[in-house]
Nanobody, 120 residues
Framework: QVQLVESGGGLVQPGGSLRLSCAAS????????VAWFRQAPGKEREGLSC???????YYGDSVKGRFTVARDNAENTVYLQMNSLKPEDTAVYFC??????????????WGPGTQVTVSS
């Protein structure tokens, strides 16, 4: 059974940092593309970043230069380092995995999400 679980969310002040983790079981993330999404109340889900199985990365304009995605295949985990956080980054953050390693294919496995709140 495939399972993705996000962790690392919480409350942080503007300008602060958080590192989210996406831990997988039932699959080997080496062969998957893993993406990060977020959804704020009343807003559509937004794609933030993706890491291909070959290590190439993609970032959306809203997080480029502030967020960094990385994978640790030994830990079967993908991380999202978030720096210079802003109140508008407040949302539930989700990770998702796509078989085949390509960020442009369908993401068939999703985690339940972790809340990130940026507030003073």
């Amino acid at each position: 059974q495939v399972q993705l679980v996000e962790s690392g969310g919480g409350l942080v002040q503007p300008g602060g940092s958080l590192r989210l983790s996406c831990a997988a079981s039932g699959i080997t993330l080496d062969y998957y593309a893993v993406a990060w999404f977020r959804q704020a109340p009343g807003k559509e889900r937004e794609g933030l970043s993706c890491i291909y199985s070959d290590g190439n990365t993609y970032y959306g304009d809203s997080v480029k230069g502030r967020f960094t995605v990385a994978r640790d295949n030994a830990e079967n985990t993908v991380y999202l380092q978030m720096n210079s956080l802003k109140p508008e980054d407040t949302a539930v953050y989700f990770c998702a995995a796509a078989a085949g390693g390509n960020c442009k294919t369908e993401f068939g496995s999703w985690g339940p999400g972790t809340q990130v709140t940026v507030s003073s």
